[in-house]
């Protein structure tokens, strides 16, 4: 069993084509969204889980970008600063996930990518500038 977290980026022309259906019923690939922006005629993103076997998610993902979305990993698409990072904590309550923990002899404020789910509450607390995303993400 594969487990990938990746975000998605659609072109204006295959934006309201069934993408995610495609991958799910003809790939077999699950298809967990995790945050989407999506605008008719426009460029979309989506960040999603996607789940299966090793061969489905990879047959998934060359369907992906036969079809023009641009697939990025996850992990590459935020950032923790450490140099910026004060260990303050603010962010810690905001993470849903706890990828973001702090450990409670040493303060020290670790990141852990694989948990994240883009969903940006930290970067709008950190008041170091210590997280640091894509710009079309916003
Ligand atoms: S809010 Fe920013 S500076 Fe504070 S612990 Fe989180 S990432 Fe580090
Ligand atoms: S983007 Fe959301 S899930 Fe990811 S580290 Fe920040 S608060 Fe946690």
């Not at 993103?45 to 993902?61: C, F, K, P, T, Y």
Request: with cysteine; glycine share 4%.
């Amino acid at each position: 069993m594969k487990q990938t977290k990746v975000v998605l980026n659609f072109p204006e022309n295959i934006v309201e084509d069934p993408v995610t259906y495609h991958l799910i019923v003809d790939y077999g690939v699950q298809v967990n969204i995790l945050r989407a922006s999506i605008d008719p005629g426009k460029q979309g993103m989506m960040v999603v889980e996607l789940s299966g076997e090793e061969s489905q998610v990879s047959h998934g993902l060359n369907y992906l970008e036969q079809v023009g979305v641009q697939v990025e990993s996850l992990a590459e698409e935020i950032r923790h600063l450490e140099d910026r990072c004060a260990s303050c904590t603010s962010c810690i309550p905001h993470c849903p996930t706890q990828a973001l923990e702090v450990d409670r002899e040493s303060w020290y404020v670790s990141f852990e990518p694989d948990k994240c789910i883009l969903c940006l509450s930290c970067l709008e607390v950190c008041i170091y500038s210590a997280i640091s995303v894509k710009e079309r993400l916003y």
